[in-house]
Structure formats: structure tokens, C-alpha cells
Nanobody, 125 residues
Framework: QVQLVESGGGLVQAGGSLRLSCAASGGTFSRYAMGWFRQAPGKEREFVAAISWSGSFTAYADSVKGRFTISRDNAKKTVYLRMNTLKPEDTAAYYC??????????????????WGQGTQVTVSS
């Protein structure tokens, strides 16, 4: 059983930065592709970023490309999402997810097997 716990969310002004963390326990973290998704009130969960086992492959939603950076530390069993130049439209609950099947990460929520409980990010204008 894989457990994922996100942290690092909070309230920030537009233009500011935050770094989200997702700590994993159980299983073999270095064999999980990891992803970040977000969900705003009244909207569907959407893909944000993903990273392969080794970190050699990353993918980003067009809306965050150039502003967000996903990374991982397999020794610490943690994946990070560095968010710069935040905008009010980035306000959402952010979730990390683990795909225990494939090395290269997918961009659909259905590609992932385990989810964290989420951390709220609020960007004020």
C-alpha cells in the first residue's frame, strides 16, 4: 500500500512562489512515476506536471509550462512542485499521485493508482 502526503500549500500573492512536497511511504518509490494534479471548486481535476522514475522525463500542462518545475528525490521518497510567478487562476487543491505501472508518467488522472489527500494553494490578486 502506497501512502502519499502533500505539504507546502498556503496563501500567496500573485507573482509569488511556493514549493509543494509529496512524501511517499510503502512500496518502492523509485519505481513510481509521479504526477501533480489540481482541482478548483466547480471544476474537474486537471493535470499539472509529471515525472518519470529517474526524473529524466518530465511533462507539464501548457498553463504552467515555464513557471512550475517538478522534481524528485528518490532517497527521500519525495516529489516536489516548485511554483513560480503564481497567478490567481492557479488557486486550487493540489494533489500528488503515483503510477506504479509505467516508468513514463501519464497525463490523465486514470493513469495513476494512488493519491494524496491534497494541499490547498490560494493565490490572491
Amino acid at each position: 500500500q502506497v501512502q502519499l502526503v502533500e505539504s507546502g500549500g498556503g496563501l500567496v500573492q500573485a507573482g509569488g512562489s511556493l514549493r509543494l512536497s509529496c512524501a511517499a511511504s510503502g512500496g518502492t518509490f523509485s519505481r513510481y512515476a509521479m504526477g501533480w494534479f489540481r482541482q478548483a471548486p466547480g471544476k474537474e481535476r486537471e493535470f499539472v506536471a509529471a515525472i518519470s522514475w529517474s526524473g529524466s522525463f518530465t511533462a507539464y500542462a501548457d498553463s504552467v509550462k515555464g513557471r512550475f518545475t517538478i522534481s524528485r528525490d528518490n532517497a527521500k521518497k519525495t516529489v516536489y512542485l516548485r511554483m513560480n510567478t503564481l497567478k490567481p487562476e492557479d488557486t486550487a487543491a493540489y494533489y500528488c499521485a503515483a503510477d506504479i505501472t509505467f516508468e513514463r508518467p501519464g497525463v490523465r488522472a486514470t493513469d495513476y493508482d494512488y493519491w494524496g489527500q491534497g494541499t490547498q494553494v490560494t493565490v490572491s490578486s
